[in-house]
Structures are given as structure tokens and as C-alpha cells.
């Protein structure tokens, strides 16, 4: 009796020790894997989602490093963003009529989608002018249009204006179900001008970098 429990202890033992053995080849196996695994993703092309940049990435002014310049190559790009938008955008209302706007939901997307990035440019911009230009970091847009309205680069009235369009983009962005279609073509009918004014007012900016000459804001 005692041979036999010997040897079904010695069975025992063999059994962990399989399992012990089992059980390191395994690791191996995974740290090989894993090993194998990044090496197939650091070789493998990136795929396209991998190459789009973060869409709400926080803007660098808000991020610290602040340096006192303004990037007027930057700007211009943003600015020429938000015209070929609104451009698009008149093209679409010269080319259709309203009720086929109001009804056809891949040109309503198509439209949102526009006016959406074309104030998310502008966004861009009065976060680049309150940091660069004003040494004011604003915790959100409407700060930094409250600096920009304050140093007198635009007026109280613009500030008003552009808030209501910064409310408008986040309304598109997590709301939209809530824009009709009617309001939406009024706005692009009647208020994309506003645009302009905007860019119209950073106009000065640029120039006065590039030319090195005080504004009125400096003096």
C-alpha cells in the first residue's frame, strides 16, 4: 500500500510538474507573441485612421510653451480654410433650391459638415491670437473671444456674433439632431457673411506682423 501511494505521489509530482512546464512554455509563448506582435505593428503600414489627427485635440496655446508670435502662415491656411467652405457652401445654394436642401439629407449633412470645421478654423484662430498676440491662454473659445473683443480686434457686437456661432458649432457637433433643416438654410442664406467680417478683422494682424508696424491694440 505504501509502494502504491509512493507511486501515485511520484505520478503527482510529475503531473504538477507538466503543468509547472505547461505553464512556462506558455509564457514564453506569449512574450514571444507579444513580442512578434509589436514587431508586426511597428513593421506594418499605419492604417488611415492611424494617420488622421485628433479631431478635438486641445490647441497648443492651451497646452503651455507659450511663444510670443504669431504664426501668420497658419493663420492665412485657417483663413483660406473657412473661405473655401463658404464658398462651397453658396455654391450649393446657387446650384439647388430650398425645398431640394431642406429635403435631401446627404446635402444637409454635407452642409453641416462645412459650416461646422469652417467655425472650428475659427476657433483655431482666436485661441492662436489670444495666446500668440496676447500672452492670455482662454480656457475655452468664448474666453478667448472675450480677450480679443477686449484688445479691440473685434467689436461687442462680433463677439456676440461669433459666440452665438461657437454655440452653433457644438450644437452640429452634439445636438444636431436638434438644427432643423429650415433654420439651417436660413443661416447659410442669410448670415455666412459674418465669415468675412471675422476674417476682415484678423486681416490687420497678419499685416502687421508681416510689416512690422504697431495696431492700436499694441499702442
Same mark, same amino acid.
Given at each position: 500500500?505504501? %509502494?502504491?501511494?509512493?507511486? *501515485? ?17 506558455? %509564457? ?16 506594418? +503600414? ?13 490647441? +497648443? +496655446? ?15 491656411? *485657417? ?14 445654394? %446657387? ?55 477686449? *484688445? ?68
Amino acid at each position: 500500500m505504501r %509502494k502504491l501511494k509512493g507511486r *501515485k505521489g511520484e505520478k503527482g509530482k510529475l503531473r504538477t510538474m507538466a503543468r509547472i512546464d505547461e505553464d512556462l512554455i506558455k %509564457k514564453v509563448d506569449l512574450r514571444t507573441r507579444s513580442r512578434n506582435d509589436h514587431q508586426f505593428h511597428r513593421d506594418r +503600414e499605419p492604417s488611415l485612421w492611424g494617420k488622421l489627427p485628433a479631431l478635438h485635440r486641445m490647441p +497648443e +496655446e492651451h497646452r503651455g510653451g507659450i511663444t510670443m508670435t504669431l504664426d501668420t502662415e497658419r493663420l492665412r491656411r *485657417k483663413i483660406a480654410y473657412i473661405r473655401q467652405q463658404v464658398n462651397t457652401i453658396n455654391g450649393i445654394v %446657387k446650384t439647388y433650391r430650398r425645398q431640394k436642401i431642406i429635403e435631401d439629407t446627404l446635402i444637409l449633412s454635407a452642409i453641416k459638415y462645412f459650416l461646422q470645421t469652417s467655425i472650428e478654423a475659427m476657433i483655431d484662430i482666436v485661441y492662436h491670437v489670444a495666446a500668440k498676440k496676447f500672452n492670455y491662454p482662454p480656457s475655452d473659445a468664448r474666453d478667448a473671444l472675450k480677450m480679443l473683443s477686449k *484688445k479691440k480686434v473685434i467689436s461687442a457686437s462680433e463677439f456676440d456674433t461669433y459666440s452665438a456661432m461657437v454655440g452653433l458649432c457644438n450644437r452640429l457637433v452634439h445636438g444636431y439632431e436638434d438644427v432643423s433643416p429650415e433654420l439651417l438654410y436660413e443661416i447659410i442664406t442669410e448670415q455666412l457673411g459674418d465669415f468675412e467680417k471675422f476674417i476682415a478683422s484678423i486681416i490687420p494682424l497678419i499685416i502687421q506682423l508681416e510689416e512690422n508696424r504697431p495696431l492700436e491694440s499694441d499702442i
